[in-house]
Every structure is written in C-alpha cells, then in structure tokens.
Nanobody, 124 residues
Framework: QVQLVESGGGLVQSGGSLRLSCLVSGPIGNYDMAWFRQAPGKEREFVSVVRRNNAKYYTDSVKGRFTISRDITKNTVDLQMNSLTFEDTGLYYC???????????????????WGQGTEVTVSS
C-alpha cells in the first residue's frame, strides 16, 4: 500500500507563488500521479497529472500558471503554482492511479491512493 505525504502549502498574497511537494513511499514510475484540490463547500476537482510516460495535463484554469513535475529517483511529485488568485484557495491532495489506461485519469474515483492534503490560502 503506497503512502503519500504532501507539503508546501501556506498563506500567500494574490499574484504570489507556492511550490507543493508530494513524497511517495513507492516507485512513482508505476503510477499516474495527480494533484487535486477542494475549496470550502465545493467538490474535489482535478488540477494536474503526470503520467507514467511523463505526459502532463492541466485543467484549463491553471494552464500557463501551474507546472507539474516528478523526480523518479526521489519518488516525489511537485506542483509549482504561480500567479495565484483567491480562486486557487483550497486543500490540495496528491493522488496515485495504479491502473494502466489509455485515457487521461481526470476523476477522483480513478485514483487508488491519496495523501492527507496540504492547505493553500490566497489572500486578496
């Protein structure tokens, strides 16, 4: 059973940046690795994924501002977040999908393993 631990969240002003990290207890090359987020009172939503073949995908609202990356040797997955706005506020989760598939996994029910989340608050 793989374990994931997120870090790097905090309070930042609008226009600022944060870098989130996810430390995974197993070889991340065996998984599609994603970031999700959940704002207060809203559903958990897909943010970004880096696939086994290193292909990367982003939800429209973060394209051009966020960058996902992985380090196979360290078993870490990072999310660099720039030009942050209030709408980026939420609890950010790292997740792993163990099932090999052609389609890009965009739904939370496709992921087998989850971290505890790290809070991101963007002030106006």
């Amino acid at each position: 059973q793989v374990q994931l631990v997120e870090s790097g969240g905090g309070l930042v002003q609008s226009g600022g940046s944060l870098r989130l990290s996810c430390l995974v207890s197993g070889p991340i090359g065996n998984y599609d690795m994603a970031w999700f987020r959940q704002a207060p009172g809203k559903e958990r939503e897909f943010v970004s994924v880096v696939r086994r073949n290193n292909a990367k995908y982003y939800t429209d609202s973060v394209k051009g501002r966020f960058t996902i990356s992985r380090d196979i040797t360290k078993n870490t997955v990072d999310l660099q977040m720039n030009s942050l706005t209030f709408e980026d506020t939420g609890l950010y989760y790292c997740a792993a999908d163990s099932v090999v598939k052609v389609g890009v996994p965009l739904s939370r029910d496709e992921y087998d393993y989850w971290g505890q989340g790290t809070e991101v608050t963007v002030s106006s």
